[in-house]
């Protein structure tokens, strides 16, 4: 089993930045592949970012490519977040995730386990 912790989501203006952190413990964190998806209200979980499980592969969705950065640091177990220029439209709950099988797939059902969410709000 796994579990996972997402910290460092709040409140922020049009153009700033915060950083997320995920937590993880249970099964050794090198092992697999983890993701960020996000969540609007009245919207699907989205894609965000993914990583495989060294940290040598990522992916994005286009919408944040250029302005955010998924990373991991193994030895603390931990994946990371970095969201720059943030938008009005980046505004949701923020869910980490683990992918055991694959290396950092872009859709929902692949992943085994989920974090609770951080909120993200971004004013304009």
């Known amino acids: 089993q796994v579990q996972l912790v997402e910290s460092g989501g709040g409140l922020v203006q049009a153009g700033g930045s915060l950083r997320l952190s995920c937590a993880a413990s249970?099964?050794?964190?090198?092992?697999?592949?983890m993701g960020w998806f996000r969540q609007a209200p009245g919207k699907e979980r989205e894609f965000v970012a993914a990583?495989?499980?060294?940290?040598?592969?990522?992916n994005y969705a286009d919408s944040v490519k250029g302005r955010f950065t998924i990373s991991r640091d193994n030895a603390k177990n931990s994946a990371y977040l970095q969201m720059n220029s943030l938008k009005p439209e980046d505004t949701a709950v923020y869910y980490c995730a683990a992918d055991l099988r694959g290396g950092g797939s872009f859709y929902t059902y692949e992943y085994d386990y989920w974090g609770q969410g951080t909120q993200v709000t971004v004013s304009s």
């Open positions: 249970g099964r050794t964190f090198s092992s697999y592949a």
């Open positions: 990583i495989n499980w060294r940290g040598g592969s990522t």
